[in-house]
Protein backbone atom coordinates (compact mmCIF):
# COMPACT_ATOMS: atom_id res chain seq x y z
CA UNK A 1 0.00 0.00 0.00
CA UNK A 2 2.91 1.56 -0.11
CA UNK A 3 1.27 3.84 -3.98
CA UNK A 4 -1.59 4.93 -1.69
CA UNK A 5 0.48 8.38 -0.15
CA UNK A 6 1.98 9.20 -3.88
CA UNK A 7 -1.89 8.46 -5.36
CA UNK A 8 -3.29 10.93 -2.97
CA UNK A 9 -0.62 13.95 -4.34
CA UNK A 10 -1.17 13.07 -7.90
CA UNK A 11 -4.76 13.53 -7.29
CA UNK A 12 -4.44 16.35 -5.18
CA UNK A 13 -2.26 18.28 -8.21
CA UNK A 14 -4.83 17.08 -10.74
CA UNK A 15 -7.25 18.61 -8.35
CA UNK A 16 -5.59 21.93 -7.71
CA UNK A 17 -4.64 22.55 -12.05
CA UNK A 18 -8.02 22.01 -13.02
CA UNK A 19 -9.53 24.54 -9.95
CA UNK A 20 -6.87 26.85 -11.49
CA UNK A 21 -8.38 26.46 -15.19
CA UNK A 22 -12.26 26.72 -13.96
CA UNK A 23 -11.08 30.28 -12.20
CA UNK A 24 -9.29 32.07 -15.06
CA UNK A 25 -12.15 31.11 -17.25
CA UNK A 26 -14.30 32.68 -14.73
CA UNK A 27 -11.91 35.73 -13.84
CA UNK A 28 -11.12 36.09 -17.89
CA UNK A 29 -7.54 35.34 -17.73
CA UNK A 30 -4.74 37.44 -16.15
CA UNK A 31 -5.30 41.45 -15.93
CA UNK A 32 -8.49 41.08 -17.76
CA UNK A 33 -10.13 42.62 -14.92
CA UNK A 34 -12.79 39.69 -14.10
CA UNK A 35 -14.66 40.54 -17.34
CA UNK A 36 -16.74 37.18 -17.50
CA UNK A 37 -17.68 37.37 -13.55
CA UNK A 38 -18.79 41.38 -14.69
CA UNK A 39 -21.26 39.81 -17.17
CA UNK A 40 -22.60 37.41 -15.19
CA UNK A 41 -23.69 40.51 -12.77
CA UNK A 42 -25.00 43.10 -15.50
CA UNK A 43 -28.05 44.28 -15.55
CA UNK A 44 -29.99 44.06 -18.99
CA UNK A 45 -30.54 48.32 -18.95
CA UNK A 46 -26.62 48.45 -19.27
CA UNK A 47 -26.34 45.78 -21.87
CA UNK A 48 -25.56 46.91 -25.64
CA UNK A 49 -28.85 45.63 -27.76
CA UNK A 50 -29.20 46.00 -31.86
CA UNK A 51 -31.66 48.89 -32.76
CA UNK A 52 -34.69 48.44 -32.94
CA UNK A 53 -36.67 48.26 -36.65
CA UNK A 54 -38.09 51.45 -37.97
CA UNK A 55 -41.70 51.07 -36.96
CA UNK A 56 -44.31 50.46 -40.28
CA UNK A 57 -47.56 51.67 -40.49
CA UNK A 58 -50.82 51.62 -42.41
CA UNK A 59 -50.33 50.21 -46.10
CA UNK A 60 -46.21 50.26 -45.21
CA UNK A 61 -46.27 54.22 -44.88
CA UNK A 62 -42.80 55.52 -42.88
CA UNK A 63 -45.22 58.09 -40.17
CA UNK A 64 -49.31 57.94 -39.36
CA UNK A 65 -52.02 59.97 -40.99
CA UNK A 66 -53.71 62.42 -39.22
CA UNK A 67 -56.99 61.71 -37.64
CA UNK A 68 -59.66 61.40 -40.25
CA UNK A 69 -57.26 60.37 -42.72
CA UNK A 70 -56.96 57.60 -45.12
CA UNK A 71 -53.58 55.90 -45.69
CA UNK A 72 -52.60 54.52 -49.11
CA UNK A 73 -50.26 52.88 -50.93
CA UNK A 74 -49.91 51.98 -54.62
CA UNK A 75 -47.58 50.94 -57.62
CA UNK A 76 -47.83 50.77 -60.73
CA UNK A 77 -47.08 47.35 -62.65
CA UNK A 78 -43.50 47.04 -63.95
CA UNK A 79 -43.36 46.23 -68.00
CA UNK A 80 -45.39 43.38 -68.65
CA UNK A 81 -44.08 41.05 -65.96
CA UNK A 82 -45.03 42.05 -62.35
CA UNK A 83 -49.12 43.59 -61.28
CA UNK A 84 -49.53 46.77 -60.11
CA UNK A 85 -50.74 47.06 -55.98
CA UNK A 86 -53.07 49.23 -54.64
CA UNK A 87 -53.57 49.12 -50.66
CA UNK A 88 -55.96 51.50 -48.76
CA UNK A 89 -55.65 51.41 -44.87
CA UNK A 90 -53.82 48.77 -44.44
CA UNK A 91 -55.77 46.62 -47.15
CA UNK A 92 -54.80 45.26 -50.26
CA UNK A 93 -57.28 46.16 -52.66
CA UNK A 94 -55.91 44.95 -55.77
CA UNK A 95 -52.59 42.88 -56.75
CA UNK A 96 -51.77 39.66 -58.63
CA UNK A 97 -51.96 37.66 -55.32
CA UNK A 98 -55.36 39.07 -54.80
CA UNK A 99 -56.10 38.01 -58.82
CA UNK A 100 -58.05 41.05 -59.57
CA UNK A 101 -55.26 42.77 -61.84
CA UNK A 102 -54.86 42.84 -65.41
CA UNK A 103 -53.10 44.62 -68.35
CA UNK A 104 -54.52 48.26 -69.03
CA UNK A 105 -56.13 50.54 -66.04
CA UNK A 106 -56.49 48.84 -62.42
CA UNK A 107 -59.13 51.20 -61.09
CA UNK A 108 -60.68 50.43 -57.12
CA UNK A 109 -63.45 52.44 -56.39
CA UNK A 110 -63.52 54.01 -52.86
CA UNK A 111 -66.47 55.42 -50.24
CA UNK A 112 -65.01 58.68 -49.67
CA UNK A 113 -66.81 58.88 -46.34
CA UNK A 114 -66.03 55.21 -45.05
CA UNK A 115 -63.14 54.09 -46.80
CA UNK A 116 -64.47 51.11 -47.73
CA UNK A 117 -64.02 49.99 -51.57
CA UNK A 118 -66.86 49.71 -53.65
CA UNK A 119 -66.17 48.06 -56.90
CA UNK A 120 -62.17 47.05 -58.39
CA UNK A 121 -61.89 46.36 -61.96
CA UNK A 122 -58.94 45.86 -64.47
CA UNK A 123 -59.55 47.21 -68.02
CA UNK A 124 -57.35 46.42 -71.15
CA UNK A 125 -56.63 49.71 -72.83
CA UNK A 126 -54.86 48.04 -76.01
CA UNK A 127 -57.54 44.75 -76.68
CA UNK A 128 -60.42 45.81 -74.76
CA UNK A 129 -63.46 47.82 -75.18
CA UNK A 130 -63.14 51.16 -74.42
CA UNK A 131 -67.03 51.60 -73.69
CA UNK A 132 -66.59 49.00 -70.63
CA UNK A 133 -64.29 51.81 -68.54
CA UNK A 134 -66.56 54.68 -69.93
CA UNK A 135 -69.77 52.54 -68.03
CA UNK A 136 -67.47 51.91 -65.34
CA UNK A 137 -66.74 55.87 -64.19
CA UNK A 138 -69.64 57.79 -66.05
CA UNK A 139 -71.73 57.29 -63.04
CA UNK A 140 -69.43 57.95 -59.86
CA UNK A 141 -71.20 59.43 -56.91
CA UNK A 142 -70.69 62.64 -55.95
CA UNK A 143 -67.11 61.85 -52.82
CA UNK A 144 -66.17 58.71 -54.69
CA UNK A 145 -62.86 58.08 -54.06
CA UNK A 146 -60.96 56.31 -57.39
CA UNK A 147 -57.57 54.97 -57.16
CA UNK A 148 -55.66 54.21 -60.66
CA UNK A 149 -53.05 52.05 -61.63
CA UNK A 150 -51.72 51.46 -64.85
CA UNK A 151 -49.92 48.14 -65.95
CA UNK A 152 -48.54 47.89 -69.32
CA UNK A 153 -50.22 49.74 -71.60
CA UNK A 154 -52.84 52.23 -70.25
CA UNK A 155 -53.82 54.55 -73.11
CA UNK A 156 -54.14 52.65 -76.89
CA UNK A 157 -57.82 52.86 -76.36
CA UNK A 158 -58.41 56.06 -74.82
CA UNK A 159 -60.46 58.70 -76.58
CA UNK A 160 -61.27 62.01 -75.82
CA UNK A 161 -64.28 61.22 -73.54
CA UNK A 162 -62.55 58.61 -71.24
CA UNK A 163 -59.58 61.76 -70.96
CA UNK A 164 -61.96 64.39 -69.77
CA UNK A 165 -63.10 61.95 -67.63
CA UNK A 166 -60.28 61.45 -65.54
CA UNK A 167 -59.37 64.79 -66.48
CA UNK A 168 -62.80 66.08 -64.51
CA UNK A 169 -61.54 63.53 -61.74
CA UNK A 170 -58.95 65.72 -61.14
CA UNK A 171 -55.87 64.50 -63.05
CA UNK A 172 -53.74 66.82 -64.81
CA UNK A 173 -51.12 63.93 -66.48
CA UNK A 174 -54.36 61.95 -68.46
CA UNK A 175 -54.15 64.76 -71.54
CA UNK A 176 -50.86 63.21 -72.21
CA UNK A 177 -50.89 59.64 -71.31
CA UNK A 178 -49.94 57.38 -74.49
CA UNK A 179 -49.00 54.07 -75.12
CA UNK A 180 -47.02 52.24 -72.14
CA UNK A 181 -46.47 55.12 -69.92
CA UNK A 182 -46.55 54.52 -66.25
CA UNK A 183 -48.94 55.85 -64.34
CA UNK A 184 -50.70 55.99 -61.13
CA UNK A 185 -53.49 58.65 -59.98
CA UNK A 186 -55.91 59.02 -56.92
CA UNK A 187 -58.84 61.42 -57.66
CA UNK A 188 -62.51 62.18 -56.87
CA UNK A 189 -65.64 63.06 -58.10
CA UNK A 190 -66.55 66.37 -57.99
CA UNK A 191 -62.85 68.13 -56.67
CA UNK A 192 -62.78 71.73 -57.98
CA UNK A 193 -58.84 71.24 -57.85
CA UNK A 194 -56.24 69.14 -59.91
CA UNK A 195 -55.19 65.96 -57.55
CA UNK A 196 -52.18 66.08 -55.75
CA UNK A 197 -51.84 62.56 -55.62
CA UNK A 198 -50.59 62.00 -59.33
CA UNK A 199 -47.53 60.25 -60.94
CA UNK A 200 -46.81 59.54 -64.84
CA UNK A 201 -43.86 58.69 -66.45
CA UNK A 202 -43.40 58.76 -70.46
CA UNK A 203 -42.11 55.95 -72.26
CA UNK A 204 -39.08 56.72 -74.18
CA UNK A 205 -36.44 54.15 -75.56
CA UNK A 206 -33.63 57.24 -74.27
CA UNK A 207 -34.96 56.93 -70.44
CA UNK A 208 -36.72 53.20 -70.30
CA UNK A 209 -35.88 51.33 -67.02
CA UNK A 210 -37.09 47.93 -69.04
CA UNK A 211 -37.19 47.02 -72.40
CA UNK A 212 -39.88 48.46 -73.95
CA UNK A 213 -41.43 50.18 -70.92
CA UNK A 214 -40.38 53.04 -68.44
CA UNK A 215 -39.80 52.42 -64.69
CA UNK A 216 -42.88 51.38 -61.96
CA UNK A 217 -44.13 54.41 -59.88
CA UNK A 218 -44.73 54.09 -56.54
CA UNK A 219 -46.74 56.29 -54.56
CA UNK A 220 -48.17 56.80 -50.85
CA UNK A 221 -50.01 59.56 -48.78
CA UNK A 222 -53.14 60.41 -46.79
CA UNK A 223 -56.13 61.14 -48.13
CA UNK A 224 -58.45 63.24 -45.78
CA UNK A 225 -62.31 61.53 -45.32
CA UNK A 226 -65.27 63.29 -46.62
CA UNK A 227 -67.32 63.94 -43.35
CA UNK A 228 -70.91 63.58 -44.86
CA UNK A 229 -72.06 61.44 -48.12
CA UNK A 230 -73.54 63.93 -51.20
Not at 10 to 19: F, N, R, S
Not at 122 to 131: L, S
Request: overall charge positive; proline content about 6%.
Amino acid sequence: MRLAGPLRIVALVVTVGLTWIVVSILLGGPGSGFPRIQQLFTSPENSVTAEPRARKYKCGLPQPCPEEHLAFRMVSGAANVIGPKICLEDKMLMSSVKDNVGRGLNIALVNGVSGELIEARAFDMWAGDVNDLLKFIRPLHEGTLVFVASYDDPATKMNEETRKLFSDLGSKNVKDLAFRDSWVFVGAKGVQNKSPFEQHVKNSKHTNKYEGWPEALEMEGCIPRRTTAS
